[in-house]
Structure formats: C-alpha cells, structure tokens
C-alpha cells in the first residue's frame, strides 16, 4: 500500500496514521496508559517537533496496514530515541549515577546526532529516496553500536569524549569502531551477560547481509535497485521500507541491550525518575524507564509480525 506525505500536524494522534492495524493501535494505546503515559503529549514533544513532521495519506486505505504499521512502529522507536537523549542531558548533572559521567555525555552526544539521522530517514522514507535513506541507516546502526558499547565500556565512553580535534575524532572512529569493532565488543559483552547473541545464526546473517546491501548506498556500484529488479520476491530488501524495518529493529535492540549489558543503565534511568526536576524542560528525561517498557515490548511484536527470518532475536529479549 503506497503512502504519501502530507504537510498538517494539526491532527489527533491516530490521524497520523491512516490505515495503521486497530489492533496494533489499541494494544498500543493500552501499553502507554498502563504506564500512566500521554501518548498524545509525548508524541507532540517528540515526533512533533520533527523538521518533517506531518502525517501520511493511504494511496489504497483497501491494501495490507502493513506499511503504515512499520511507519508507526519507527516512530514508536525514535520516541525512546528522543527520551534517552533527554534523560543523559539530565543525568550529566546529576551526582552519584551509576554511569560514569563521560558515559552520559558521550550518550548524549550520540542520541543528539541519532535524532538527526531519524528525522532525516523518516523525510526519505515518505518521499520515496532510497539509495540515501539506505546511507543514513547504516550509519544510525553503527552509532547504535557505538553506544552500546559506551554503555559497557565507560573508559572507550571517557576516550571518545576527550576528543577534541577531528584527526583525534577520526583516529577514535579508526581505531575502537571501523570494521565492526564496535558491534564485535557489545556481542561479546552480550555472551557474558548470559544473552548468548549468536554471531553465526539466522540474525547474524539477516544483519550481515542488509549491511553488504547498505554498503552499496554509500560506495558507488553499478547495480539495479533491488525494488527495480525483475522477478523480486516478498522477503527480499525493499530498500526504504525494509531499510526502515532495519532501522526500527537496531533502535530496538539498543534499548533491550541498554538494559541487558549492565543493570547500572536502567537503575540510573530509574534515579532520574525520582530525582529530576517535573519542569517541562525535564519531564520526557523522567520518563524513559518506563518508554523502555513499551519498546522492549516493541522489539517482540516487530519480531514476531516482521518480515525477516523467523524472530530471530526471540530468545534473548526477556
């Protein structure tokens, strides 16, 4: 089912999102009262403030809901996005967090530039751009893994905040995160957390390859878009829309690892609950431990109603 970009945001909620499943928007709704949350407001501070915020239309409101729910679900993800970078702004100035303050910082700078890369990819995705929506995506999954890792690790956090220069920024990038170094460390760290990530299974081979296919958005190549091929199959990289399925998924993942990799992240969540301030300046920082709820709940209806491999991830989201 095509959709197509509409300017207005002065629309309810689920206006937003025509066509989307009513089951998925009930259970949905259900997850966010349950917790005491305004969907409503948060989506206004957040999605809302986008630079390409608006709403879609359904080209055939007939067809499957199913790109529209991918559309729902990514922006579902970019809300938790949008509470972290709030919540480390927060806990920068807080004494005594369990993460070090470097680790928060760098978080925070990271989430800043992850917010950017969504804004931008929700625009390419509504109008259609693959080849750049697939160039930013794979640079939102290498800052994903970046993160994780800085959540772990609080000296590589501590390094990359003492960079000051660009050649010391791009000696840091060479050195701790080109050539999956990044995701290598989070996987490792993973095993040890008892959340056996499996470097040579199904997933790791869905991730390789939509890697290898993202790769030749940003490396010049002679080929014919996948979505132009003759004969292409359902299953198959779509471009934008797997790209933003992919997307979706990796933003998951960060917040279902966030917690997996030290029980330091979510109890510091928790302390900037009950410690911040209730000024609106600071409320969406408040309010990330139970957004992490939702999303983690999130990461298993995506792999249970995604069209990857068989729920990959499964097993090690509990």
């Given at each position: ?215 030749t958005a940003v490396h010049s190549s002679?080929?014919v878009p996948v979505s132009h091929q ?31 990799l030290t029980k330091n992240f979510g ?52």
């Amino acid at each position: 089912m095509p959709i197509r970009f509409t300017s207005s945001t002065l629309v309810p909620f689920e206006a937003n999102y025509p066509g989307v499943s009513p089951q998925l928007m009930a259970r949905t709704r259900q997850m966010w009262s349950s917790r005491g949350l305004d969907l409503d407001k948060i989506w206004r501070i957040t999605i809302g403030r986008f630079r390409g915020a608006g709403s879609i239309e359904c080209q055939n409101p007939e067809a499957s809901s199913s790109p529209v729910d991918q559309f729902f679900m990514f922006e579902q993800a970019a809300i938790w996005v949008a509470s972290l970078n709030a919540s480390a702004e927060l806990a920068i100035d807080m004494p005594h967090t369990r993460l070090t303050t470097p680790q928060w910082r760098a978080l925070h700078a990271l989430t800043f530039r992850l917010i950017e890369q969504l804004d931008a990819i929700r625009l390419l995705f509504l109008n259609e751009l693959p080849t750049p929506s697939m160039q930013i995506a794979r640079s939102i999954s290498e800052d994903i893994d970046m993160a994780l890792a800085f959540i772990s690790r609080p000296k590589l956090a501590a390094r990359f905040t003492e960079c000051e220069t660009i050649e010391e920024a791009n000696e840091f990038w060479r050195r701790h995160i080109a050539g999956g170094r990044a995701f290598k460390a989070v996987s490792e760290q993973l095993y040890r957390a008892g959340l056996e990530f499996d470097q040579s299974g199904e997933y790791a081979a869905w991730r390789k390859k939509v890697k290898a296919i993202l790769g030749t958005a940003v490396h010049s190549s002679f080929r014919v878009p996948v979505s132009h091929q003759p004969g292409t199959q359902p299953g198959q990289f779509r471009e934008t829309r797997d790209c933003l399925y992919y997307v979706t998924l990796r933003l998951q993942e960060m917040c279902a690892y966030s917690h997996g990799l030290t029980k330091n992240f979510g109890e510091d969540l928790k302390a900037i609950n009950q410690n911040a301030s209730s000024a609106s300046d600071g409320e969406l920082g408040r309010l990330t431990a139970r957004i992490s709820e939702i999303t983690v709940d999130q990461l298993r209806w995506t792999l249970t109603n995604g069209e990857v491999p068989e729920a990959p991830l499964s097993h090690h989201v509990h």
